[in-house]
């Protein structure tokens, strides 16, 4: 039986990694540091653990630490949004209403700081029993970290769990932690290879009870 839902959050709920790409690019620039366009289309699909490692493999005089360039993409963030609003993807607040009856957690490769500034566009429903977002685990996607973490979190087995994603590493990360997982098409703006997943589905319109049903009976007794 399906008891708790583990979402991803950018390219799952939101589309949001251009709008964090331009605010690292506008960041990194009054640090001295002028990104070239494959530096912003390396963030989509992927978590600020590896978007760091890229930047400075890449740019060797960049002397900000992780922590430290994801608060000045942040706080440029903001202005980034001021100016183009947030995208929410289809039916993701309807979704979020109706598995509100479930145990859920939010587990990105965003910051927290992150997760906070799509809360305050999002609407009453983005509301989370657990939160895991890059700092709060020692691998990122395609590692299970963030995943396993929800699943004690939340008091659940991996088959009581349906994953939501997009990206190609957040399908392993799901499938590695052991849990049903359905990927999403609206949001795949990378053109991630999804075919891993248990189901792939065209909009979050299609992840129904009737689905969830469905896929509880199909692997319940163990998704992978």
């Not at 589309?15 to 506008?26: F, H, I, K, L, N």
């Not at 760091?52 to 993409?73: F, G, M, V």
């Not at 183009?84 to 509100?100: F, K, M, N, Q, S």
Request: charged share 25%; proline share 3%; glycine share 8%.
């Amino acid at each position: 039986m399906i008891r708790g839902f583990l979402f991803d959050l950018d390219g799952t709920l939101v589309d949001s990694e251009r709008e964090t790409a331009e605010a690292m690019a506008r960041a990194l620039l009054s640090h001295g540091v002028a990104v070239e366009q494959s530096d912003r289309d390396f963030i989509v699909g992927r978590s600020w653990v590896a978007i760091y490692d890229n930047l400075k493999a890449r740019y060797p005089h960049l002397t900000w630490t992780r922590a430290e360039t994801i608060a000045h993409t942040e706080a440029m963030r903001d202005d980034v949004f001021a100016e183009r609003g947030v995208t929410v993807l289809p039916r993701a607040r309807e979704t979020l209403e109706w598995t509100r009856s479930y145990k859920r957690a939010l587990v990105t490769g965003s910051s927290r700081g992150e997760v906070a500034q799509i809360g305050r566009h999002f609407g009453p429903m983005f509301t989370w029993d657990a939160v895991f977002a890059a700092e709060d685990v020692a691998q990122s996607k395609p590692a299970p970290d963030g995943y396993l973490a929800a699943l004690a979190a939340l008091g659940l087995d991996p088959h009581e769990a349906v994953v939501v994603e997009d990206s190609r590493a957040g399908i392993e990360a799901g499938r590695a932690a052991g849990c049903i997982v359905v990927a999403v098409r609206a949001g795949n703006f990378g053109g991630w290879d999804q075919s891993a997943a248990h189901e792939v589905i065209d909009t979050l319109a299609e992840l129904t009870p009737a689905l969830v049903e469905q896929l509880s009976r199909d692997y319940g007794l163990g998704a992978r």
